[in-house]
């Protein structure tokens, strides 16, 4: 094996871990920082300081004609695709939001079948749709049935994370659609960066027009879990990405979907003791199986 490809799938194993691991710190940090105005932190410094280190690199950055693309994507990706995410984590456990966060190809997959030069679904996507909503409804079914607040607190947590899978897939679809024009040529992580930055303007406004300020406290330890969304989640996480990508089939890149569920849910069942029963992990392997059938090609 080469240098460069061990480093890579050094690379593609830090994706695994550290996005993995992501959902146990978004988690911690909700303790007593507002949903939106964390993530809206999160991405602006982590954007801030990545836009930082690649101009005293030396490195070419998106010129202003590019940056309204830009933003559209941060908004997608980052303030629907991620905030909905730590939205839907006040009320569902941090592993069970992992597997939610997983059936992102099932909503890539339709959307894509939506468009005009879109591929079309096969028997294998179909079958692939069916089962993974099959293991969204064992989830979430006794709480449907629920009539005290937490049920419908529960039930809205999963909703917000299905919302940040159309915002993802429908940023992913904008994405290649941008990519086959000019931005072909584009660093992939001045893109992320500005993205995380426009992403991050656009959660700040979210969460002060909710007046999430108010209720706006830090501790150590939700300082700490903050910290290690910007610097390990965000740049480390991306930059890993980044270089795994460009030096490993996209294919296998993609695998860390599979990963970083079973990951988040081990976390948040040993540090948080959150709940973790025989129909939630039987609902997590079919969806995890659904989603093997929706990513074959």
């Known amino acids: 094996m080469t240098h460069p490809s061990r480093r890579a799938y050094l690379a593609w194993v830090a994706v695994c871990l550290i996005w993995g691991t992501t959902y146990l710190a978004i988690r911690i940090s909700l303790e007593t920082i507002p949903p939106l105005l964390m ?15 690649l101009r005293i690199r030396g490195e070419r950055l998106p010129r202003p004609r590019a940056w309204p693309s830009l933003a ?41 079948a ?14 692939g749709l069916l089962i993974g909503f099959g293991g969204i409804v064992t989830l979430v079914w006794p709480e449907i049935h629920a009539a005290d607040a937490g049920g419908r607190a529960f ?11 159309v915002g993802w897939a429908i940023g992913s679809s904008y994405a290649r659609h941008r990519g086959r024009g000019h931005a072909r040529d584009e660093n992939v992580l001045a893109t992320a960066a500005f993205e995380m930055l426009f992403g991050g303007v656009f959660l700040l406004a979210a969460g002060l027009a909710l007046h999430e300020g108010a209720h706006l406290v830090f501790t150590p330890r939700t ?12 740049i480390g996480g991306f930059t890993a990405y980044a270089y795994a990508l460009k030096h490993l089939p996209v294919a296998t ?3 860390y979907a599979y990963i970083n569920p079973i990951i988040a849910v081990v976390l948040g069942t ?19 199986g659904g989603m093997t059938l929706v990513k074959k090609t």
Request: hydrophobic share 65%; glycine share 10%; net charge neutral.
């Open 72 to 112: 559209i994507l941060g908004v997608l990706l980052l303030g629907f695709g991620n905030g909905a995410v730590v939205w839907a984590e006040q009320t569902v456990p941090s592993g069970l939001t992992a597997v939610l966060v997983a059936t992102s190809p099932f909503w890539m997959v339709g959307i894509d």
């Open 270 to 288: 040993i540090v948080l003791s959150e709940p973790l029963n025989v129909r939630m992990a039987v609902a997590a392997a079919i969806v995890l």
């Open 223 to 234: 300082t700490a879990a903050l910290v290690y969304l910007i610097v390990f989640g965000a």
């Open 39 to 53: 993530a809206a932190i999160r991405w602006i410094i982590a954007g801030s300081l990545l836009i930082a280190f």
């Open 114 to 127: 939506l468009m005009p030069d879109g591929a079309r679904l096969t028997f294998r996507h179909v079958a």
């Open 253 to 255: 890149v993609s695998l």
């Open 155 to 165: 039930l809205g947590g999963v909703i917000a994370a299905q919302v940040a899978c």
